[in-house]
């Protein structure tokens, strides 16, 4: 079945970079693209971005341009997403979710990572 | 960039009851909107794609409709298990925002 595992909760300080990994299993990976959503608490859902996993391009949300890059592993079928001169803002829940190529809604999410921020 | 604009932000309503959920574009979707629950703690899941089509295992009382600017969420007979918030997802021209969401809560 298909799944989205993402790595686990991370604490940082103000003004590091966190990196989020997204493994994704049964399906071939190269055929969606993975998006990033963010959660702060008690707040909606706030779309980040995507990556095609077949040839790397991505897309960012304005506001995350120049902070956060996209990248992914073809050989373990792991996305990643990485937030750069983090502050307090950034704390939230980071979400990964794929978007099978010719649809435009996201079928499966991962289970979401937990990045505090806290100095 | 598209803005949406979802209404109710809450809601409360009686198990057996119809509620409807709106959200509206600022610019025509076509059908690209689909809708979410998310129950405390966890990711969201998809209810509905492409305005109107129900999403494999999703029960039958819920329900998407609309084209354009214009969408809604129906859930027909409320059940206990439906309460969570619901978000509309919309893809336009390369870019997708979230409606601000509706707690949908149970009397």
């Known amino acids: 079945q298909v799944q989205l595992v993402q790595s686990g909760a991370e604490g940082e300080k103000p003004g590091a970079s966190v990196k989020v990994s997204c493994k994704a299993s049964?399906?071939?990976?190269?055929?969606?693209?993975i998006h990033w959503v963010r959660q702060a608490p008690g707040q909606g859902l706030e779309w980040m971005g995507w990556?095609?996993?077949?040839?790397?391009?991505?897309k960012y949300a304005q506001n995350f341009q120049g902070r956060v890059t996209m990248t992914r592993d073809t050989s373990t079928s792991t996305a990643y997403l990485e937030i750069n001169s983090l502050t307090s803002d950034d704390m939230a829940i980071y979400y990964c979710?794929?978007?099978?190529?010719?649809?435009?809604?996201?079928?499966?999410w991962g289970q979401g990572t937990l990045v505090t921020v806290s100095s | 960039d598209i803005q949406m604009t979802q209404s109710p932000s809450t809601l409360s309503a009686s198990v057996g009851d119809r509620v409807t959920i709106t959200c509206r574009a600022s610019?025509?979707?076509?059908?690209?909107l689909a809708w979410y629950q998310q129950k405390p703690g966890k990711a969201p899941k998809l209810l509905i794609y492409?305005?109107?089509s129900l999403d494999s295992g999703v029960p039958s009382r819920f329900s998407g409709s609309g084209y354009g600017t214009d969408f809604t969420l129906t859930i027909n007979s409320l059940q206990p298990d439906d309460s969570a918030t619901y978000f509309c997802?919309?893809?336009?021209?390369?870019?997708?925002?979230f409606g601000q969401g509706t707690k949908v809560e149970i009397k």
């Open positions: 979710a794929r978007q099978f190529s010719g649809s435009y809604y996201l079928d499966y």
């Open positions: 049964g399906y071939t990976f190269t055929d969606c693209y």
């Open positions: 990556i095609s996993t077949k040839r790397g391009g991505t």
């Open positions: 610019q025509s979707l076509n059908t690209w």
């Open positions: 492409e305005a109107s």
């Open positions: 997802h919309q893809y336009s021209g390369n870019s997708w925002v």
